[in-house]
Nanobody
Framework: QVQLVESGGGLVQAGGSLRLSCVASGLAFSSSALGWFRQIPGKDRDFVAAISWKEGNTYYGDSVKGRFTISRDHAKNMVYLQMNNLKPEDTAKYLC??????????????????????WGQGTQVTVSS
């Protein structure tokens, strides 16, 4: 059974930093893709970042490029999202997502939420001005 559990959210002032973590279990890691999305109540999920588990290839949403960094730790089955220079508009619930395709493939479709099969419950990030 696949499980994704996020942590690391909280309240931070604008300009500050947070690191989100997602522990993943039950995945076929050799061909997985992991992503971070964020969501405000009543709105669709927005793409933040994605990473291929094996090669570490990445995509970033335009609004976070240069400020956020996604990474993974094979030994710990963890995916991280380092968020720097946070802005009030970054306030949202951040969700970890995973896809386990039958083959080791990677492409731009991983910026879309429908590309992911598994989702965590999310962790709230609030940035005060």
């Amino acid at each position: 059974q696949v499980q994704l559990v996020e942590s690391g959210g909280g309240l931070v002032q604008a300009g500050g930093s947070l690191r989100l973590s997602c522990v993943a279990s039950g995945l076929a890691f050799s061909s997985s893709a992991l992503g971070w999305f964020r969501q405000i109540p009543g709105k669709d999920r927005d793409f933040v970042a994605a990473i291929s588990w094996k090669e570490g290839n990445t995509y970033y949403g335009d609004s976070v490029k240069g400020r956020f960094t996604i990474s993974r730790d094979h030994a710990k089955n963890m995916v991280y999202l380092q968020m720097n220079n946070l802005k009030p508009e970054d306030t949202a619930k951040y969700l970890c997502a995973a896809d386990t395709p039958a083959e080791d493939v990677w492409g731009s479709w991983y910026i879309a939420d429908f590309a992911y099969e598994y989702w965590g419950q999310g962790t709230q990030v609030t940035v005060s001005s």
